[in-house]
């Protein structure tokens, strides 16, 4: 592993732990290395969150793209496609425990998430279409309705985090199972039928 790339995990590491007032001289401490060697990399900590914002966009682009590479869409597809939204936001949690923060401190971020819902809605509606197609989903929807969905999906997935921090404080395989099953929940009333009786919410 690179200098670089071990300066982001040791960031990911701190900043999941101690939250985003960590700073560069936190972050070379806890590697060992002169403040001067982080900077030469990272002028300053925002930039390394910019980085790991990055590489969280990328992640999580290529499940996307993985889905909506799929001809025949089923349940247990869905089901591993939230599993493995999880996985990555609890990698980068940090962010999304101070998503509002972060968003106000670097407004790179906030721009670059209105533009990334844009392109979420194309790619999901995609994918709801399959649904559809698949009988999956209802046949009845309005486009409307998907578009709130998409919105939904957003609400749920990017504070979902958060809101568990407030109550339920569930860790690890308890916490994705809650999420899954939030999911499930949130996708319940489009299925038709005979999929939604397969659902034990």
């Known amino acids: ?87 990555i936001e609890y990698k980068y949690r940090f962010i999304f425990l101070h998503f509002v923060a972060i968003g106000a401190r670097l407004p790179k971020i906030r721009e670059q998430y209105a533009g990334m819902m844009q392109r979420r809605e194309k790619e999901f509606k995609g994918i709801f279409k399959k649904l559809v197609q698949g009988g999956i989903f209802q046949k009845d929807v309005p486009p409307k309705v998907w578009k709130a969905l998409v919105r939904q999906i957003f609400i749920v997935a990017d504070f979902w985090l958060s809101s568990n921090e407030l109550t339920d404080q569930l860790r690890g395989e308890k916490a994705a199972t809650a999420f899954t099953r939030q999911m499930e929940a949130m996708f319940y009333p489009y299925l038709s039928a005979r999929h939604a009786a397969k659902i034990t919410l």
């Open 1 to 87: 592993m690179d200098t670089k790339s071990r300066i982001l995990a040791a960031a990911l590491e701190l900043y999941n732990e101690k939250g985003i007032d960590a700073t560069t001289r936190h972050i070379a401490a806890a590697m060992d290395i002169s403040p001067g060697n982080l900077h030469y990399h990272f002028k300053q900590t925002d930039d390394v969150i910019m980085a790991l914002w990055d590489r969280l966009v990328a992640e999580f682009s290529v499940l996307v793209i993985n889905l909506d590479k799929v001809k025949h869409i089923g349940l247990d597809t869905l089901r591993s496609f939230y599993r493995q939204s999880f996985d």
